[in-house]
């Protein structure tokens, strides 16, 4: 899912599959809210007016980072956890048994 195009996962996501679905979209506007962060930290690496906090500011864009990757991969999870209940929803349902 993550190697989507940003059009490409919008259209499957507005589409009537389950996946992507609430959850791997949630992750990923976690994620792009985590970049969104990171680049306004970036920004301020190297400027005078910040230096006296740049070396907080490197270890929190490294936890930044590991974040966004983490989210991420929660937008494959989700998408793979959600495969063996839609196996489930197409096994027969026409008896008690079944």
Not at 29 to 55: D, I, P
Request: proline share 4%.
């Amino acid at each position: 899912m993550i190697e989507e195009s940003c059009v490409e996962f919008s259209r499957l996501l507005a589409g009537k599959d389950p996946v992507p679905g609430g959850g791997g979209a949630a992750a990923l506007t976690g994620a792009l809210g985590v970049a969104l962060g990171s680049m306004a930290g970036n920004l301020t690496l190297g400027k005078k007016r910040y230096a006296a906090v740049e070396g907080e500011m490197l270890r929190l864009l490294e936890e930044a980072e590991r974040l966004r990757e983490s989210l991420l991969a929660l937008v494959e999870a989700d998408a793979g956890a959600f495969e063996p209940v839609m196996r489930a929803y197409r096994l027969p349902s026409g008896s008690a048994a079944e």
